[in-house]
């Protein structure tokens, strides 16, 4: 068709069966595909140089040629069809042309068609655009038309992912506008900046919408973030930036990486905010950021920014440290909840506060370890400066004679275990008089009391094989100094002292 007199015809696709064309064509007529089936056009130009039109719903417009391809005729979708843009596997197809219509298109999610696919025209198409598969790049912030744009398809999952890139910078005045829908876990790639300006819905099978930030430049969602049930969960060593109120009522994840709260975002409705040990949440932007009454922060990584907790506070368990990098404020209403395990001590920090902490509401602690003895210490904050007191606290029983000292919470951030009845006597001023010639003062036992001196060469004997060396009385001030023989043999030797 590239004889002159066949310059103003036009081709129309109907039938079910597939066509490949592989010739670049000159005719000016266009391309109309009137039924459901598929296209192939595999050179520049096999359609000619007129518009294409999909004028049935899944008609298909497909490369399969090798390599890159960029198609620059004019699209059209028309009311009430789906079209079908795709690629084969391996292979990359730009349409550069204006696509209009008040149809939508579809990107498909079968294996045999993970091409990349560029949209890089000012398109006008109203129906709206689905990407259900595979890899699609802007290059244009209308690139996916005036209508909704679905990532992912709710109806139509094969575990392909979904990969969606700015091919140039789309943000600021040239952000997306479109309202979207994130249907499915999505990566955001490439290396220019994404900004989501029109309202963003999560719809998601799973209470978590896994949002994949893998460039180096930002992705920003600046339009509303909503979606009764559902949370976001942020990963990807990128940085995603939320500068709107979001309205979701689930969780907040951030699994890895950067996510940031803009200066004009919040998240007054996440039930929680969840810190993963390789996450990073900034607020710095974002003066006066709370985690409100109802609301929980929890995890082990890191908070960049003035922080005030209102509601609960839960470092992510007791080997972990959860650090915040400035200002850490504990409100009257909080509430802070550690888990403590003798077995997994000594244990570093759990809240680390490189700025100022200032303790407030209840502190709850619990044991999820063996029974705790005399003598357990347990490290929970790390601070410098003074951070006051909490109100009250609810912490784990222990066995008789036992109680819990929180005296040095405000000092050195340490809760410790002592003891309630009265202080065992102290040896004092151990020295060797002579090579068989051991002596020894015990202070503080009971005036003219009886106690006796026990020993043995391994400090971790039971009580019961520990031998009596003497018995001996106080005097009247509860001391007395002791002589006692040893073999210089022994390369060690422990001494005890009991009551009576």
Known sequence: MDEPRYARLALEKIGTGGLIVSNANTFRGGLTLASASQVQLNSVGAAGTGPMVFAATDAELNYSGGGAITWTNDITVNNGVRGILSADDGNTLEVAGVI????????????????????????????????????????????????????GDPLFFNGSSLNVQAGVNLSGGEALTNAVVLNRFVTFGGTNALELAGPVTLAFTSPQVSINVDTPASVVISGPLGGA???????GDGLLTLNSVATFDGRLGISTGPLAIGPAGAVPNAADILVGGSGLLDVASAPGFTVGVGQELRGAGTVLGDITVAGELIPNGSIFTFTFSNNLTLT???????????NASPAPEQVACHGSLQFGGVLV???????LQ?????????FSGNPGNFASFTLPPLDAGLAWNTSNLGVNGTISVVSTGPTPPQLANPQLATPTSFIMTVNGGTANGQFRVLTHTNVDAPAL?????STNTYDASGNLTVTNL?????SMRFFRTVEP
């Open 365 to 371: 602690v619990n044991n999820f370890g063996p029974p």
């Open 486 to 490: 040893v073999n210089p043999a022994e």
């Open 100 to 151: 209009s219509g008040a149809g939508s298109l579809w990107r498909p999610n079968n294996f045999s068609e993970q091409g990349t696919l560029i949209l890089s025209g000012a398109n006008t198409f109203g129906g709206g655009f689905t990407l259900a598969g595979g890899t699609l790049i802007l290059k244009h912030p209308r690139a996916t038309g005036r209508g909704a744009f679905s990532i």
């Open 465 to 469: 094989h520990w031998e009596v060396l």
């Open 332 to 342: 009257a209403s909080s509430t802070t909840t550690m888990n403590i395990n003798r």
């Open 374 to 382: 005399l003598g357990d210490t347990f490290d929970l904050f790390g």
């Open 229 to 235: 049930g559902f949370g976001i969960n942020k990963t």
